[in-house]
C-alpha cells in the first residue's frame, strides 16, 4: 500500500476546463500540482482508457500519482496509482479485493461516520466533501464548511483531502481547520494560466506549512 503524501491535488472536469485534459494536467504538475485525479463521467471506456493512458505519461514523468475516479475497471487497465470512490460506489472492502496491495484508495465522505468506516476499511485517505457548495458537483451533502471540516479530521488519523469550493480566497483556512491536502477542480481547470492558479495555491500551502514547522 501506498503512503498518500500529496498536499494539492487537481481533480479533472472536462465541462470546465479550458485547455485539453492532457495540457491542463501537465501545467498545473508544472505549477505545484502532486496529485491527479482523472474524472470521466461521460466518455466511452476504451476513450476514457485512451486518456488515463496519455495522462499516466505524463503524471510518470514528473513522478505524480494518477488516481482514477470510480472506475477501477480504468485504473486496473492503465495500471493507475490509485482509485477514488464515493459512497455509491462499490464498497471499499471489495475494491480492496480486486486492486493490486500497492494501489491507493480514497473514499468520499461527508460525516464523521464515514470518515471512521472509511478509515476501518483501509482507506488511505479520505475526501472531505463539501468543504463549501460547489458548482462542480451537485448530488453532494450539505457543505461542512469549516468546523465540519475539523470535526472530520479529529476523529481519524489518515490523511484528510478537502474539496468542494476550495480557492486562493479560502485556501489557508481550509489549512487551518484540518486538511492535509487541499483538492480543487475549477479553482485550476477554469483557469486562464492552470500553472500559475496551482502555482499560486501551492505557495499558500507552502508558507503555511512553513510557518507550523517553525512554531514546532
Do not use: W
Request: with cysteine.
Amino acid at each position: 500500500m501506498k503512503r498518500f503524501t500529496s498536499s494539492l491535488y487537481l481533480v479533472t472536469d472536462r465541462g470546465l476546463a479550458k485547455k485539453p485534459i492532457e495540457i491542463l494536467v501537465e501545467e498545473a504538475i508544472r505549477g505545484g500540482v502532486d496529485c491527479v485525479q482523472l474524472r470521466e463521467k461521460n466518455i466511452a471506456t476504451k476513450h476514457f482508457v485512451a486518456l488515463a493512458k496519455t495522462v499516466k505519461n505524463i503524471t510518470i514523468r514528473y513522478n505524480v500519482p494518477l488516481i482514477i475516479n470510480d472506475r477501477i475497471d480504468v485504473a486496473l487497465a492503465v495500471d493507475a496509482d490509485g482509485i477514488h470512490l464515493g459512497q455509491d460506489d462499490m464498497p471499499l472492502t471489495n475494491a480492496r479485493k480486486l486492486l493490486p496491495h500497492k494501489m491507493i484508495i480514497g473514499i468520499t465522505v461527508s460525516t464523521i461516520n464515514e470518515a471512521i468506516e472509511a478509515q476501518k476499511g483501509g482507506a488511505d485517505y479520505i475526501g472531505a466533501s463539501p468543504v463549501f457548495a460547489t458548482p462542480t458537483k451537485t448530488d453532494t451533502a450539505a457543505p461542512l464548511g469549516l468546523e465540519g471540516l475539523q470535526e472530520i479530521k479529529d476523529a481519524v488519523t489518515i490523511p484528510v483531502v478537502a474539496i468542494g469550493g476550495i480557492n486562493l480566497h479560502n485556501a489557508e483556512d481550509v489549512l487551518l481547520h484540518g486538511a492535509d491536502c487541499l483538492a480543487v477542480v475549477s479553482a485550476i481547470v477554469c483557469a486562464d494560466n492552470p500553472c500559475q492558479a496551482a502555482a499560486n495555491l501551492a505557495a499558500i500551502i507552502k508558507k503555511l506549512r512553513k510557518s507550523n514547522h517553525e512554531t514546532e
